[in-house]
Structure formats: C-alpha cells, structure tokens
T-cell receptor, first 114, second 110 residues
Framework: EPEVTQTPSHQVTQMGQEVILRCVPI?????FYWYRQILGQKVEFLVS????????KSEIFDDQFSVERPDGSNFTLKIRSTKLEDSAMYFC????????????FGDGTRLSIL | QKEVEQNSGPLSVPEGAIASLNCTYS??????FFWYRQYSGKSPELIMF????GDKEDGRFTAQLNKASQYVSLLIRDSQPSDSATYLC??????????FGAGTRLTVKP
C-alpha cells in the first residue's frame, strides 16, 4: 500500500538554527499538509498546500515557518530560527482530493531543539 | 470552548466488549469527520470517516454522526487487546483545515 514517507525520523538542532523537514507524499495525491504534536498534547494543524500554494494555515504557522514543493515528489517544512518550544513530532499528510477525502499520515519526524 | 472535545479517558473495557468513544465539536458548519487511531509514539492511522448523519459500519467499527447535536461517536465491537490505543476524533472546519481532539485512551483488558 502506498505511504507517506518522512525524513529524517529524528532531528536534533541547536536553538536558533534553521531546520528542514522532508516528506514524500503518496504519488497520486494532490493535497499536502503539515501537523505537529508536542509530547503529550493533541495533533495540531499547521498548513495545507495545493497547486504550489498554501491553501490554509493555522495561527501556529507564523513567519518562522515556510513550506515548499521543490520538485515533483518532495514537500518540505522549513523552520527558520528554531525555538525550544518547536520541539515536537511533525507529521506530514497527503490526500487525493479535498473535502470529504481522508488524509494519510507519514511516520513523523521527531524534532528536538537544544 | 474547545473546537473538538473528547473524554481523555482512560477508557477500560474487557476483551470482547463494545468500546464507545465520543466526540463533540463546536463549529456547526463542519462537514467531514474522521476517526484516527494512534499507538504510543506512532503516527495517526485512519480508521473511518463519515460525513452524513446516521451510522456507517466497517467491520468491527461503527461511526455515528449527529450534526444537529454536533456529536460524533465510534463504536468498536468485540474489542481486542490490539485495539488498545489513543483514538483521535478529527473534524474538518473547511476543505483543508482539519482539527483534532486530544484523544481518548482506550485499554482493552484480556
């Protein structure tokens, strides 16, 4: 069964450094998403992306975050100047279409900021 | 008011029993509703989705939706120890903005 793949599985970064998290969505999916989950807390929506544009974003997705589809397969989340509170699990998801279509999640990248 | 509310549990049921998980949401305009299962340290795994009022069955799982009451539930019949996980209710506020509840931790005891 096709799946969403994320790399790396664990990223350790010094506070203030930039970090890029990578995702390869399911190949025929057109809509891409990033979520984060701080340890012990709920999964939080960050951003959705379609046709090379952000379609929606949450209040969490501020100027330190950006997303990009640099080529035909990768979808990336960049955090410009990391803070301690950015430590979390970051999940990428994709869906074939929007609306009622379900989103399928990757295994996540655990980001640890020191 | 939280966007998506779930009883955090833990909910404990004996093996073979029915587990009932509940979720309420605040945005009356929400149209699509999803149940995910999350094992500790793992990613959310889709179980079911529902967007019409009533019941939807898939194997041992039944999702129920009542938009007038802003209520979604998930029933798990013949619960197995492998069903022990956190169950996440997710609600789409719009086409691409999906919000999760905090999850209900379910333990199925052999």
């Amino acid at each position: 069964e096709p799946e969403v793949t994320q790399t790396p599985s664990h990223q350790v970064t010094q506070m203030g450094q930039e970090v890029i998290l990578r995702c390869v969505p399911i190949s025929n999916h057109l809509y891409f998403y990033w979520y984060r989950q701080i340890l012990g807390q709920k999964v939080e929506f960050l951003v959705s992306f379609y046709n090379n544009e952000i379609s929606e974003k949450s209040e969490i997705f501020d100027d330190q975050f950006s997303v990009e589809r640099p080529d035909g397969s990768n979808f990336t989340l960049k955090i410009r100047s990391t803070k301690l509170e950015d430590s979390a699990m970051y999940f990428c998801a994709s869906s074939e279409a929007t609306g009622n279509q379900p989103q399928h999640f990757g295994d996540g990248t655990r980001l640890s900021i020191l | 008011q939280k966007e998506v509310e779930q009883n955090s549990g833990p909910l404990s049921v004996p093996e073979g029993a029915i587990a009932s998980l509940n979720c309420t949401y605040s945005d009356r305009g929400s149209q699509s509703f999803f149940w995910y299962r999350q094992y500790s340290g793992k990613s959310p795994e889709l179980i079911m989705f529902i967007y019409s009022n009533g019941d939807k069955e898939d194997g041992r799982f039944t999702a129920q939706l009542n938009k007038a009451s802003q209520y979604v539930s998930l029933l798990i019949r013949d619960s197995q120890p492998s069903d022990s996980a956190t169950y996440l209710c997710a609600v789409k506020r719009s086409d691409n903005d999906m919000r999760f509840g905090a999850g209900t931790r379910l333990t199925v005891k052999p």
